[in-house]
């Protein structure tokens, strides 16, 4: 398994007129705790991209709203990859205020080829590091 954790501000724009978080807001923070999931491990989306011709666009997405986010509040974004990808990747989240579960949810994005246009395999780098990692949990 990945993980890593990131915390987030929210900001006046990210709310709505009862100064709660808009509902669309979390995939924002998703997105937010996917990159820095990826740059933890020192594979960057600029470089995926930029290095590999690596693109990931959302195949699907899913969240399941527990409580709301309020102005001002620092949160959590709590983000995981539990299989090992293949053409596609799953990134599970969690984002909490405090100990309170606010929203859990997930995105399956697939690896792209920017030359061919189709999906494909990772990139061999990003292969090496979740071999590397899900043999060591597996250990």
Do not use: W
């Amino acid at each position: 398994m990945l993980n890593n954790t990131v915390n987030v501000s929210v900001r006046y724009s990210e709310t709505d007129q009862l100064k709660v978080v808009y509902y669309s807001r979390y995939f924002e923070y998703f997105e937010i705790g996917r990159r820095s999931l990826l740059t933890a491990y020192g594979f960057p989306y600029s470089e995926m991209e930029s290095k590999f011709n690596c693109y990931l666009p959302v195949l699907d997405t899913y969240a399941k709203f527990i409580k709301p986010a309020k102005l001002e509040d620092e949160i959590t974004v709590v983000s995981k990859v539990l299989e090992k990808p293949s053409v596609r990747i799953r990134f599970d989240h969690e984002i909490l205020c405090g100990e309170k579960l606010l929203v859990t949810g997930y995105v399956t994005c697939v690896f792209f080829d920017g030359i061919t246009s189709r999906p494909s395999q990772p990139p061999n780098k990003l292969l090496e590091l979740f071999n590397a990692h899900f043999r060591i949990n597996e250990e």
